[in-house]
């Protein structure tokens, strides 16, 4: 069964990830399915913005820690981090895309859905949404190039405060941060996202792109996350470490 569809109407891609239960967690499989749609989308000249939405009431509850693809029994470490870094490709996938991109976030964006939303150049929230980032209260950084994004968006002050209480982020507040960008009613979130790309499609696409790339390149600090991945797999091992002992 396909994860993620692809829907086209007149310059805007509508791309839809729903796993059908599990609270439309990120296992390998939807991982490898939603790199290999935004890598599908980068080369599609047709198109000049794309919106990303989840399920209907949840857009991502994050990791799914039970899909042993991620976390491989028995494999070395190379293996190991290999399955850490799928994530880091998802994200740097989506962020890639030349087109304008956006989240329409309903319900739930927690852990690696809230990354995955911050990869791309709006969200919009359901009014009835919130972002999660519990990573490092379960023991890891966070990763997948999401740490300098959430800076980026809402100061370092704020990001501690959203990672060392588990803050859950309403759409209020994450309007107010800039985590958001606009908030909609609850279940007109995908309308509402479509009808922004729309107007953003009015833009000659050469210099949509071209616009977007530089702004891109005057804010974009992923770069100070090369390792994050490292300290994510440290994170998991030294979290199992101490569970056996």
């Not at 990791?63 to 870094?85: F, K, M, Y």
């Not at 964006?109 to 791309?120: E, R, S």
């Not at 600090?221 to 090369?226: F, G, M, P």
């Not at 994050?228 to 998991?236: P, T, V």
């Amino acid at each position: 069964m396909r994860l993620v569809s692809i829907e086209r109407l007149d310059g805007v891609a509508l791309v839809r990830y729903d796993r059908g239960g599990r609270a439309n967690a990120l296992n390998a499989a939807a991982m490898e399915e939603l790199t290999d749609a935004a890598h599908r989308l980068r080369t599609d000249g047709s198109l000049r913005a794309v919106v990303l939405t989840g399920a209907a009431t949840v857009f991502s509850g994050g990791l799914d820690l039970s899909d042993p693809r991620l976390w491989p029994a028995g494999a070395d470490a190379l293996e190991q981090h290999a399955a850490v870094e799928r994530g880091r490709a998802l994200c740097e996938a989506w962020a890639a895309l030349p087109q304008f991109t956006i989240a329409a976030v309903e319900g739930a964006a927690v852990g690696g859905g809230g990354v995955l939303a911050m990869a791309l150049d709006l969200r919009i929230f359901g009014r009835g949404a919130h972002l999660r980032l519990p990573e490092a209260r379960l023991g890891f950084n966070l990763a997948w190039g999401g740490l300098p994004r959430l800076v980026s968006l809402v100061g370092p002050a704020r990001a501690k405060r959203l990672l060392f209480t588990d803050l859950r982020v309403d759409s209020s507040l994450a309007l107010d941060w800039g985590l958001a960008d606009l908030v909609a009613e609850d279940g007109a979130v995908v309308t509402e996202s479509l009808r922004l790309a729309q107007d953003a499609a009015m833009v000659p696409p050469l210099a949509l792109r071209m616009t977007k790339r530089a702004i891109d390149a005057q804010s974009d600090q992923t770069r100070l996350a090369h390792g994050d991945s490292d300290q994510f797999l440290l994170g998991r091992l030294l979290r199992d470490a101490a569970a056996g002992a």
